[in-house]
């Protein structure tokens, strides 16, 4: 049934609710790589009967679902890249200025989860209550600062439907950029053309943002210069969260984690020097099949189905025994180390998007998913996973794109120490970028401890205190949920430095600092690190 409520349409279901997970699992493995079958265009079924118009948009308008704040527009529907592809969108106007507001293009990772989950449980105008069976306002949404976009890309994700033909980060780029011609296009929308531009993911966004963002820089370029009709999109600003973008580097810090990680001793000293000496094995280890993935996709001598073959088989074998054999025999949540397996916290959106009547409201045509599986599989089945999205990355911050890489702290799947690890493997690529001068300060917001923040002009990093995978779901001491992720997007989009004292110590953000300041309780003894470390440097050797 439908209520009215205070803060918008409260809905009531008893319906059988999945836990979350933006990363499927594959025969039990998170992120694992299907045994049989091959790349193919499978065919998502719209519910009704639509008459898509390829290159326009069709939508409806202040329908009063989410966004409750008097006189902020609002539309949801669909953008008809294709007579056989229609992509959903959900447009939320900024709560402040929304004329000169900036505009946020927002998507979830995967690859093919629904950006309905940032929407309803991060940072939209409205968050699903505990029990996942209302919605309540967001005092804390990103529409304080900007305009937001949500969509669901690429086809078949979530309420999009039509031919799923997208099978690597590439690919969802082109489809992406097509989106926003036809969004910029309308008449209703071209007003925000010529606004500051803004691309927020996270996840799987660690490839989907420097991908995309390279690619818009790309497509400016070409417009420029006259080999490409379209509009210029004013992309200004990058935003990571807890994202896979090195592969070759993020996955030898699954077993750092796993030692140093300020919560809980989830794999034993044993097994976590087991999977260490894995990774380094000079035969068939994780880092070798990584490393031929690199080598591979960056020779323009490969076939397509050399790159796949060789990319899907370091995913598939990396998973099982690195990323699922370190945390898989205790128990705990992926995207939350404090947490057994699984976390039933964010709430689930099954109950709220199944609803017939809300999903008609909307202007939604398909049934809903939170992952899509069709897509996560055309992925997988090209290594699209292990490619190395860190070239694009330099690019787009060398070209001045503000950009913000954060991770929540209690996030096991895409950990600090990976992406930590990442970013300094970046350094040298970014001459603007002192490696010196990019040091670990701490960061707080309302006087109250909230990260730990690393600064330049144009690359910010932040380790956010007792967040997990999906950070704007959570809060960390007096602050309140979703309080300190808007404070670091609002000053991210402002360009606004963090304010932040220097840290006691001078040893760059290490655990041992960080317990200094008082706000961890939890970390391996020195005999643990040592064994890792001396592991790691035999192996290595």
């Not at 209520?3 to 990363?23: N, T, V």
């Not at 950029?177 to 660690?206: C, H, P, V």
């Not at 300020?262 to 994780?286: E, H, R, T």
């Not at 606004?496 to 041992?512: L, M, N, W």
């Amino acid at each position: 049934m439908m209520k009215l409520a205070i803060h918008g349409i409260l809905i009531c279901l008893f319906i059988p609710s999945c836990y979350a997970s933006q990363i499927p699992s594959i025969d039990g493995i998170h992120g694992g790589v299907p045994s049989v079958g091959s790349v193919g265009e499978l065919f998502k079924e719209a519910l009704v009967n639509v008459t898509p118009t390829p290159g326009s948009l069709r939508y409806v308008q202040n329908t009063g679902v989410c966004e409750t704040t008097p006189s902020v527009f609002s539309a949801s529907g669909y953008a008809d890249i294709a007579v056989n592809q229609s992509m959903w969108f959900w447009f939320f106007a900024a709560r402040n200025n929304a004329t000169s507001a900036p505009l946020t293009l927002w998507t979830n990772g995967g690859p093919g989860s629904s950006s309905m989950l940032g929407l309803f449980q991060e940072h939209g105008p409205c968050r699903i209550s505990l029990d996942g069976s209302s919605l309540n306002y967001n005092p804390y949404s990103w529409n304080n600062v900007s305009n937001m976009l949500y969509i669901d890309q690429p086809i078949g994700t979530g309420f999009s439907h039509g031919l799923m033909n997208v099978t690597g980060t590439k690919e969802a780029a082109e489809q992406v950029w097509q989106m926003l011609q036809i969004f910029f296009n309308d008449t209703l929308f071209s007003q925000y053309k010529s606004n500051d531009f803004a691309l927020w993911t996270e996840s799987y966004g660690g490839h989907y943002g420097p991908g995309f963002a390279a690619y818009l820089l790309d497509a400016n370029e070409k417009i420029a210069n006259g080999t490409l009709t379209g509009t210029t999109i004013n992309l200004k600003t990058l935003g990571i969260g807890n994202g896979i973008t090195d592969p070759l580097t993020q996955y030898a810090q699954y077993t750092t984690y796993a030692s140093t990680n300020p919560y809980i001793q989830f794999a034993s000293p044993s097994l976590i020097a087991s999977v260490n000496a894995s990774f380094y094995s000079p035969n068939g280890g994780c880092q070798q099949l990584i490393q031929s993935c690199y080598s591979t996709s960056e020779n323009p001598a490969s076939s397509a189905g050399e790159i796949q073959s060789v990319c899907a088989q370091a995913q598939g074998v990396c998973n099982v025994v690195i990323l699922d054999g370190l945390i898989g025999p205790g128990n705990r949540d992926v995207y939350d180390v404090r947490k057994t397996n699984p976390d039933p916290y964010p709430p689930p959106l099954i109950n709220l998007l199944d609803n017939k009547t809300l999903i008609a409201i909307i202007g939604a045509e398909s049934e809903w998913q939170e992952t899509s599986n069709d897509v996560y599989t055309n992925f997988a089945r090209t290594g699209d996973w292990m490619l190395n999205s860190a070239p694009d990355l330099a690019r787009v911050i060398n070209s001045g794109v503000r950009t913000l890489i954060y991770d929540g702290d209690a996030d096991y799947i895409l950990n600090y120490d990976g992406v930590e690890a990442m970013l300094s493997a970046l350094l040298p690529s970014l001459p603007s970028i002192s490696s010196s001068s990019f040091s670990f300060q701490n960061w707080t917001v309302n006087n109250h401890p909230a990260g730990l923040v690393r600064q330049s002009p144009n690359l910010t990093y932040v380790r956010v205190f007792g967040a997990g995978h999906e950070v704007p779901a959570y809060n960390y001491t007096g602050l309140d949920v979703g309080q300190a992720a808007l404070e670091f997007f609002r000053l991210t989009m402002t360009g606004t430095e963090f304010v932040a004292a220097p840290a006691p110590s001078s040893s760059g953000g290490s655990k041992s600092s960080a317990v200094t300041l008082g706000v961890r309780s939890w970390g391996y003894g020195a005999g643990v690190v040592a064994l890792l470390g001396a592991v790691s440097a035999a192996l290595i050797l």
